[in-house]
């Protein structure tokens, strides 16, 4: 199985820029479509991106379309989250997440096999 360890969470001010990254061990990255979620205290996760295991197609929740962009380099086992122009809203614990379903562009997290411990991401006003 993948073992995924996220980092690049922190402190950032509104209008500010982050880059999230999630590295995976065990196996390859490349066996597995992937997504990023992400959960607010007192809310339910919520789905943020998501990537073929190829990185041919992308999907991404309207909150955050246009700001956000996921993309893999399979070749460093690892998949990434630049968030651009971030919002306090955009506060939350960052989770990346990948499915056996290489062709997987699924927003559901019950779709999603392994799960990362997830980064903080603070965004001030």
């Known amino acids: 199985q993948v073992q995924l360890v996220e980092s690049g969470g922190g402190l950032v001010q509104a209008g500010g820029s982050l880059r999230l990254s999630c590295a995976a061990s065990g196996r390859a990255l490349s066996m597995y479509s992937a997504a990023w979620f992400r959960q607010a205290p007192g809310k339910e996760r919520e789905f943020i991106a998501t990537?073929?295991?190829?990185?041919?197609?992308?999907s991404y929740a309207d909150s955050v379309k246009g700001r956000f962009t996921i993309s893999r380099v399979n070749a460093r086992n690892t998949v990434y989250l630049q968030m651009n122009n971030l919002k306090p809203e955009d506060t939350a614990v960052y989770y990346c997440a990948a499915s056996l379903n290489r062709a997987s562009i699924n927003s559901n997290p019950t779709a999603y096999n392994y799960w990362g411990q997830g980064t903080q991401v603070t965004v001030s006003s």
């Open positions: 990537i073929t295991s190829s990185g041919g197609t992308t």
